[in-house]
């Protein structure tokens, strides 16, 4: 009795084992029939990813270097012109300096009037480089955002022929083998693209 019991758990053992390799080998049929894409990458040992080497991108693509340029050519003016204002207003301290010195103010009254259009012009020159500050502040985000919209979307046209699954940023990987990436090629298609205003 025992001996049949053991035979029979083998026996229904092995046909459960058989049931299982027959149905897995079912449901690979099938999956391979629906998904060839995923069968060839396996079968080629290549993943449908790429990266992007977001350094390099922006050092290359001509978007982002004259952008870079308006940035620092606005920068440049505004410190251009807070300089001259700067200049401006240190001469007329000296000269009120001068003035105090020599005594040459007719009353005190006329002193603390100088005194504080001086004071109120050094606060209004700070005021204005506040203000040049948070305005340069808002064109280089404006301006970024122009650019970033400008890489995804040509990256989102670029995939539909591509087709891969995903499209990575280098930055944000420890390790990325170098044959997925694809810097390069977007680099040179977005340059094609762009045309300078």
């Known amino acids: 009795m025992k001996i049949n019991r053991l035979f029979i758990y083998s026996v229904l053992a092995f ?4 049931l299982f390799v027959q149905c897995n ?4 049929t099938e999956k391979s ?3 060839p894409a995923a069968q060839t990458t396996a079968i080629s040992g290549k993943l449908p990813i790429a ?4 350094d390099s991108l ?3 693509y001509n978007y982002a270097k004259d952008l870079n340029e308006s940035l620092l050519r606005r920068a440049e003016d505004s410190r251009a012109d807070v300089n001259e204002r700067g200049r401006q207003l240190e001469k007329e301290m ?7 010195q020599n005594n040459a103010f007719l009353s005190q009254e006329r002193l603390q009037q100088e005194q504080e259009r001086l004071m109120k012009k050094q606060q209004e020159l700070q005021e204005y480089i506040q203000r040049l500050e948070n305005e340069n502040m808002r064109e280089q985000q404006k301006m970024l955002s122009q650019m ?4 995804i979307n040509f990256i989102k046209e670029y995939n539909k022929t591509k087709k891969y699954e995903a499209i ?3 930055a944000s990987t420890l390790y990325i083998d170098p044959s997925y990436d694809i810097t390069d090629e977007i680099v040179d298609l977005l340059n094609k693209r762009y045309v300078k205003k």
Not at 15 to 18: C, F, R, S, Y
Not at 94 to 100: D, I, P, T
Request: glycine share 0%; net charge positive; aromatic share 10%.
């Open 15 to 18: 046909a459960a084992v058989m």
């Open 94 to 100: 000296a000269e009120f300096q001068r003035k105090y």
């Open 33 to 35: 029939a629906e998904a």
């Open 168 to 170: 990575l940023n280098n």
């Open 58 to 60: 922006l050092q290359k």
């Open 148 to 151: 970033n919209d400008s890489i």
């Open 51 to 54: 990266y992007v080497n977001i």
């Open 25 to 28: 080998k079912n449901n690979t």
